[in-house]
């Protein structure tokens, strides 16, 4: 009986120390925790690559399970060794996931960039791997030595007539001739290259290489003292203006002693040569020579003029040289030649004709 007792004990109590050990409320969730963590953003190939600018891509591949408020780009044109908020200029893209893009600009051409792309949420910043692309060359490129330069301002002459010299249909008693030349360097950086008369702009047609380029011009007026100003001038080939160097240029006519058609100076007179032509010719029969051929046409449009000294008579050439002349003679083909220069190598001679008559004053 003691026995049986016993056992109905060691089997009832136990199951009332187990239901009553736990109450409901201590009794673990059944629901598992949620977990946040920075976004993922990876970058893609830049495409739209200039000497200038380039678009960027990029993809937030997890949000980080919060909300992304700031995602962009940052760039450097110095190596990034470690993603930062710092470590580059930065491009901002807005916010959201998804992808993005971004257009940079004002890049220096033939230049390598590294960027990184980024995102943020509430838990910090996410980074893509470092990336890199180089910039094109620029075609419009300008070189850093090229200059147009005003060389020699030169008075040629100075001269009256009293019918009046033509120009463009509009006749004026004075008339003042004088040369310009200009240097140019680097003239593959330039679309044109000339210079400015005042407000006037020249340009010459044939800049294809470096060196001085010669123009005989002439300024009319009804005043007997004339002044021009010259600029050098001329544009880029990525259309920005130059303006170079600036030279003023003023004289004024006096009539000679003998009251002739007066000259140069007090004691110099001058008048025009009879039946002025001119022709020239090149050893290669390569007309490039502005010097010679604007020469020409100034003396087949508006003549030659003789000068008087004391008791001689002389013209003077484009490099202000005196060739000494007598009345009563009809000149035929005096020859002035002129040489180009290639490192002291002659590679072409032009050669100038000038035929004319003229009687005593």
């Given amino acids: 009986m003691k026995q049986l007792l ?50 960027l891509m990029a993809s937030i591949t997890d949000n980080g399970g919060k909300n992304v408020t700031k995602r962009g780009f940052l760039i450097s044109s110095t190596p990034i060794t470690e993603p930062s908020i710092n470590c580059g200029e930065e491009l901002s893209c807005g916010d959201g996931s998804g992808d993005f893009t971004a257009t940079v600009k004002e890049l220096k051409e ?57 120009n463009g249909g509009t006749k004026y008693p004075y008339r003042m001739s004088y040369k310009i030349s200009i240097d140019v360097k680097e003239y593959t950086s330039f679309q044109k290259a000339g210079f400015k008369i005042d407000t006037s702009i020249w340009s010459f047609n044939n800049v294809t290489q470096d060196g001085l380029y010669v123009a005989d011009m002439a300024t009319y007026s009804s005043s007997s003292t004339i002044s021009v100003s010259v600029s050098s001038y001329g544009t ?35 008048k025009a040569a009879d039946n002025t032509k001119a022709e020239y010719v090149s050893s290669d029969n390569d007309y490039m020579y502005i010097t010679c051929s604007s020469l020409v046409s100034h003396l087949n449009r508006y003549g030659l003029t003789i000068y008087k000294s004391g008791a001689s008579y002389y013209w003077k050439d484009f490099d202000q040289v005196k060739h000494y002349v007598q009345p009563g003679t009809s000149y035929s083909k005096k020859v002035y030649y002129y040489d180009y220069l290639i490192s002291g190598k002659t590679m072409k001679t032009a050669y100038v004709y000038v035929s004319f008559s003229f009687s005593a004053f």
Avoid: H, R, W
């Fill in 6 to 55: 016993y056992m109905l004990l060691f089997i009832c109590f136990p199951m009332a120390i187990v239901t009553t050990s736990c109450s409901k409320d201590n009794l673990p969730s059944q629901e598992p925790a949620s977990e946040t963590s920075k976004p993922s953003v990876v970058n893609f190939d830049p495409t739209e690559i200039t000497f200038s600018s380039a678009k």
């Fill in 110 to 166: 033939s230049t390598k960039y590294y960027y990184v792309s980024y995102a943020k949420n509430e838990n910090g910043y996410g980074f893509s791997s470092i990336s890199s692309f180089t910039t094109l060359e620029d075609p419009n490129k300008v070189s850093d030595n090229a200059s147009i330069v005003l060389q020699k301002l030169e008075l040629v002459s100075m001269d009256y007539s009293s019918a009046g010299f033509d």
């Fill in 236 to 270: 880029y080939i990525n259309g920005k203006e130059y303006v170079g160097n600036t030279e003023t240029l003023s004289a004024t006519y006096k009539s000679g002693d003998s009251g002739n058609t007066g000259g140069e100076s007090g004691n110099i007179t001058s």
